[in-house]
């Protein structure tokens, strides 16, 4: 259950107003981890503009409907992931090959108090959008227990997220100026800038400042949320002019940009910011200061909020501390900054998380020697990131013509990686990682599996490369053809032979999960279940014969074995695949 949100309005440091959000959820009981289909996630959503977000984490015990005080103290552990669930593996099991595990945060809880304990994780300038976390007890030790002799104890946990979000935040326009001065008592000025599809670089620039000190700002730049003591920054006491570029930016998100004073300079701070946006599909130009209706079709609510800039053919009206005026339009960018158009995929749903991609003219690709093939696979938010996304590449080899020719397919999330290097094969920059597959004549297969994906677009990008003795070098007239299938699935390989693919949810997010089909309970009830018999067969046995006059050698009597069978091959996607089944046999 999400109650709903109290707000309360406040004022920050910078003159900026802010607003703060309480969110909570329904307390649940927590189960000892056995798979991912025993664990308690929860589903929360930041808004844009977060400059913190906190969350309180209580857990108490129960124990036959009051506290559990004589509950023992049992760790619990959290796990915290933006964008999709995590993918955890306390049991420190095997994934299948050619799977990615996406990384996330995890904290344990220990007690504090007999039947209550509480537990604080602060995040700055988090990402918005949906945040999930996920809570379980250790793994239960084994031990044996009869139902019923005592109340049961209760471990349960409910988390509350209060938020606090800037008002009123300055948006620039790409191509203008925005003059300000920053007060003696004030510390920084936030902006924020949007950056559409098809933008190569984001370059920010402070012109005309004028301090105490000569120009004594740090320029800071973050995509998605405000930027923190790590984004990228620029002293501009150092640098003239005091300018800040970034390559390869994320489309369709807001960039934010922090002018922050150094600390201890007296009286005000002038100056002046622009922001110029290199549009890659006309990598000669930079975007227009104007931007046309059509672009402007893309743009979020936000960009026309309170404080901030109006979408339009017309230049944003001035204010009394925010006089904008064109710039020049720069035109000359580096040919590395082209950018390919990006061919879309169609999505055609069979089931839930059972999602098949397909290419236009399809699925056969080409891939030319003097320009990449560019693909778009777009995930819902919250729908598709609760299974597993899956990508195969499969060469041609007839199509190669005897060349020794290698694809290299590169998958990242939110932007393209196309190089200016056409012979590099890295699939990551100093800002950007992304999955690298590649195949050629002698492994033609590449697959690729993401459980949990993170929704929003994902670019695959695909080139072709000859070997040589000096490395790889572009082909000439030589076009690659390659087999691409791109498809979601509700688990990885359908959680195997000794497991079953559940599909699970809460409140109302749907999420995919393997859990072994024989539960670990049966275990100890089958064993003590065949010592027993064991041990009342000898009851029913008829008295044994005297022995005669000499002793000979007596037969040895086969006794009823136990074979404990573990397939060491199958590996289960999201649990332990040490799945065992036990087998009784007697001779006699």
């Given at each position: 259950?999400?109650?709903?949100?109290?707000?309360?309005?406040?004022?920050?440091?910078?003159?900026?107003?802010?607003?703060?959000?309480?969110?909570?959820?329904?307390?649940?009981?927590?189960?000892?981890?056995?798979?991912?289909?025993?664990?308690e996630?929860?589903?929360?959503?930041?808004?844009?503009?977060?400059?913190?977000?906190?969350?309180?984490?209580i857990?108490?015990?129960?124990?036959?409907?009051?506290?559990?005080?004589?509950?023992?103290?049992?760790?619990?552990?959290?796990?915290?992931?933006?964008?999709?669930?995590?993918?955890?593996?306390p049991?420190?099991?095997?994934f299948?090959?050619?799977?990615?595990?996406?990384?996330?945060?995890?904290?344990?809880?220990?007690?504090?108090?007999?039947?209550?304990?509480?537990?604080?994780?602060?995040v700055?300038?988090?990402?918005?959008?949906?945040?999930?976390?996920?809570?379980?007890?250790?793994?239960?030790?084994?031990?044996?227990?009869?139902?019923?002799?005592?109340?049961?104890?209760?471990?349960?946990?409910?988390?509350?997220?209060?938020?606090?979000?800037?008002?009123?935040?300055?948006?620039?326009?790409?191509?203008?100026?925005?003059?300000?001065?920053?007060?003696?008592?004030?510390?920084?000025?936030?902006?924020?800038?949007?950056?559409?599809?098809?933008?190569?670089?984001?370059?920010?620039?402070?012109?005309?400042?004028?301090?105490?000190?000569?120009?004594?700002l740090?320029?800071?730049?973050?995509?998605?949320?405000?930027?923190?003591?790590?984004?990228?920054?620029l002293?501009?006491?150092?640098?003239?002019?005091?300018?800040?570029?970034?390559?390869?930016?994320?489309?369709?998100?807001?960039?934010?940009?922090?002018?922050?004073?150094h600390?201890?300079?007296?009286?005000?701070?002038?100056?002046?910011?622009?922001?110029?946006?290199?549009d890659?599909?006309?990598p000669s130009?930079?975007?227009?200061?104007?931007?046309?209706?059509?672009?402007?079709?893309?743009?979020?609510?936000?960009?026309?909020?309170?404080?901030?800039?109006?979408?339009?053919?017309?230049?944003?009206?001035?204010?009394p501390?925010?006089?904008k005026?064109?710039?020049?339009?720069?035109?000359?960018?580096?040919?590395?900054?082209?950018?390919?158009?990006?061919?879309?995929?169609?999505?055609?749903?069979?089931?839930?998380?059972?999602?098949?991609?397909?290419?236009?003219f399809?699925?056969?690709?080409?891939?030319?020697?003097?320009?990449?093939?560019?693909f778009?696979?777009?995930?819902?938010?919250?729908?598709?990131?609760g299974?597993?996304?899956?990508?195969?590449l499969r060469?041609?080899?007839?199509?190669?013509?005897?060349?020794?020719v290698?694809v290299?397919?590169?998958?990242?999330?939110?932007?393209?990686?196309?190089?200016?290097?056409?012979?590099?094969?890295?699939?990551?920059?100093?800002?950007?990682?992304?999955?690298?597959?590649?195949?050629?004549?002698?492994?033609?297969?590449?697959?690729?599996?993401?459980?949990?994906?993170?929704?929003?677009?994902?670019?695959?990008?695909?080139?072709?490369?000859?070997?040589?003795?000096?490395?790889?070098?572009?082909?000439?007239?030589?076009?690659?053809?390659?087999?691409?299938?791109?498809?979601?699935?509700?688990?990885?390989?359908?959680?195997?032979?000794?497991?079953?693919?559940?599909?699970?949810?809460?409140?109302?997010?749907?999420?995919?999960?393997?859990?072994?089909?024989?539960?670990?309970?049966?275990?100890?009830?089958?064993?003590?279940?065949?010592?027993?018999?064991?041990?009342?067969?000898?009851?029913?046995?008829p008295?044994?014969?005297?022995?005669?006059?000499?002793?000979?050698?007596?037969?040895?009597?086969?006794?009823?074995?136990?074979?404990?069978?573990?397939?060491?091959?199958e590996?289960?996607?999201?649990v332990?695949p040490?799945?065992?089944?036990?087998?009784?046999?007697?001779?006699?």
């Open positions: 259950m999400d109650k709903s949100p109290r707000l309360a309005l406040g004022k920050c440091g910078n003159d900026g107003l802010f607003v703060t959000d309480y969110f909570t959820r329904t307390p649940r009981k927590l189960s000892p981890f056995r798979s991912f289909a025993s664990i996630l929860f589903h929360f959503h930041i808004p844009e503009d977060t400059v913190i977000a906190v969350w309180n984490l857990t108490f015990k129960e124990q036959g409907g009051t506290f559990g005080d004589q509950c023992p103290d049992r760790s619990i552990t959290v796990y915290f992931r933006s964008g999709a669930p995590s993918v955890i593996n049991l420190h099991t095997h299948p090959r050619d799977t990615a595990v996406p990384g996330s945060f995890a904290l344990t809880l220990t007690w504090t108090l007999p039947n209550r304990t509480t537990g604080v994780f602060n700055t300038s988090p990402l918005p959008g949906d945040w999930f976390l996920a809570a379980h007890l250790p793994k239960d030790e084994g031990k044996i227990s009869v139902k019923g002799l005592y109340e049961e104890c209760q471990y349960l946990f409910q988390p509350q997220l209060i938020v606090q979000r800037l008002v009123n935040i300055a948006v620039l326009y790409p191509g203008y100026v925005t003059e300000q001065s920053m007060a003696p008592h004030n510390r920084s000025s936030l902006y924020k800038v949007f950056v559409p599809s098809y933008t190569s670089r984001v370059l920010v620039e402070v012109l005309r400042c004028r301090g105490a000190e000569g120009c004594p740090w320029l800071r730049v973050r995509a998605k949320a405000p930027p923190l003591h790590n984004s990228t920054a002293d501009c006491r150092e640098h003239s002019p005091c300018q800040l570029a970034l390559d390869l930016p994320f489309w369709q998100h807001w960039y934010y940009v922090l002018v922050e004073k600390p201890g300079v007296p009286g005000p701070v002038s100056f002046q910011v622009t922001v110029q946006l290199t890659c599909s006309r130009l930079a975007r227009p200061p104007f931007l046309p209706s059509s672009a402007s079709m893309n743009m979020p609510h936000s960009f026309g909020s309170a404080g901030g800039l109006g979408l339009g053919d017309s230049p944003p009206p001035a204010s501390n925010g006089t005026h064109p710039v020049p339009v720069p035109t000359a960018s580096p040919a590395g900054e082209r950018c390919w158009p990006v061919r879309p995929t169609l999505r055609n749903e069979l089931d839930t998380f059972s999602v098949h991609f397909y290419i236009f399809g699925p056969n690709v080409s891939v030319p020697p003097d320009r990449p093939a560019v778009v696979i777009n995930l819902l938010p919250v729908l598709d990131s299974g597993v996304l899956n990508l195969e060469l041609n080899v007839s199509s190669l013509r005897g060349e020794n290698t290299f397919g590169c998958l990242n999330h939110e932007v393209p990686l196309t190089s200016g290097d056409n012979t590099s094969v890295t699939c990551e920059t100093e800002s950007l990682a992304g999955f690298l597959l590649s195949v050629n004549t002698t492994s033609s297969l590449s697959r690729l599996r993401i459980p949990y994906p993170q929704t929003g677009s994902w670019y695959l990008s695909l080139r072709s490369l000859c070997a040589t003795e000096h490395g790889f070098e572009p082909c000439t007239n030589v076009t690659a053809e390659v087999y691409l299938r791109a498809y979601l699935s509700p688990c990885i390989n359908d959680c195997g032979i000794y497991g079953q693919c559940k599909l699970l949810r809460t409140n109302n997010y749907l999420y995919a999960a393997c859990e072994c089909k024989a539960e670990e309970n049966y275990f100890y009830i089958h064993s003590i279940w065949h010592l027993l018999i064991a041990g009342s067969v000898g009851f029913l046995l008295p044994r014969a005297k022995p005669s006059g000499r002793l000979g050698p007596l037969p040895r009597r086969k006794g009823c074995g136990y074979q404990l069978c573990v397939n060491e091959q590996e289960l996607g999201l332990d040490a799945v065992a089944s036990i087998n009784s046999i007697c001779t006699s």
